[in-house]
């Protein structure tokens, strides 16, 4: 039988994992596959200088095997930064589980995944993410114990959803104080973009404050439920072109990219969704030069590891909230930072987190 075999320049036409900006030096990408339960699984892990990779795993029925592995290393590569910036002794990684989460995720699927997790010896640890639940987690910690949030009676600490959530208000009421002069949000005009538990939740904190909430889902008996639940506006049309202050971008990311940034007319960008620049450096740069004020997403998200965190730490709740009110002075001081450097936002929270990371690598050579 002839194998064709690909010339070094045939090679790197095929765009090779190594090559991809995504996997900006990942330490590890581990393929996880299971023929009995139908699982197809990537791990990537991307940075351990400061501890453990942790990062939650999300189910997702990809478009193609390409885009869950790009979805996994940019996420991954996202999570080094988040724990860094937030301060937490860990690394970054992150896991896709490709398949839809409501008609093939089972049991058997999630042990399975748990004892790929448990191959790595505690160089990952798992948690709950996009398609996954608390349940989810309970489950995965029977064959492993390198997952955090399990439920609270199992002595975990539970959802994380409602604590990323209030970080990610707390980032925003920051970027308004940079802004608008106020961290005061009553009549204040947000769209929340995506309303699954964390959009929700952002959107209780938000109609708390006195915002004008306007929502937009792809799930049309989720937005019912929301805006009744709430009373906030069921927007209708593109959310880009919203008359709004503020755009909180909470489900999948790249959402800010070439179609929709010039059709932004929110004054800041803060939302849950991670990757939420599709080019973080062109992105964040048009940002910027627009006079928008965008709060790094690995930063205000942060409150969901910071929740999770406290399993491994043994910290309790009054810690969980202290740590996660903080994300309000981190971002007041990134803001300010950037503009004193005239770099954008982004850069300034990436270069305070990868100084961190230098800073603990050098500790670790002597």
Known sequence: MQVDVLAAEDLKKTAPVFGQLSFDNHE???FCNDKDTGLKAIIGIHNTVLGPALGGTRMWNYNSEWDALNDALRLSRGMTFKSAITGL????????IIGDAKTQKTPELMRKFGEFVHSLS??????EDVGMDTEDMDIVREVTPYVTGISESKGGAGNPSPITAYGVFMGMKAAAKYKFGSDDLDGKKVLVQGIGHVGEALVEHLTNEGAIVYISDINPTRLEEVSAKYGVTIYTED?????????APCALGATINNETIHRIKAKVVAGAANNQLQNENTHGLLLQERGIVYAPDFLINAGGIINVYAELEGYGKQEIIRKTENIYNTTLEILKTAEAQSITTHHAALKIAQQRIDDRKRE???
Request: hydrophobic share 40%; no cysteine; aromatic share 10%.
């Open 239 to 247: 959310p880009y072109d919203a008359e709004v202050d503020i755009y």
């Open 89 to 96: 002794n860990l690394g970054g990684g992150k896991a896709v």
């Open 28 to 30: 590890q990408v581990v």
């Open 122 to 127: 505690g160089k990952y640890i798992t948690a």
């Open 364 to 366: 670790n050579l002597k």
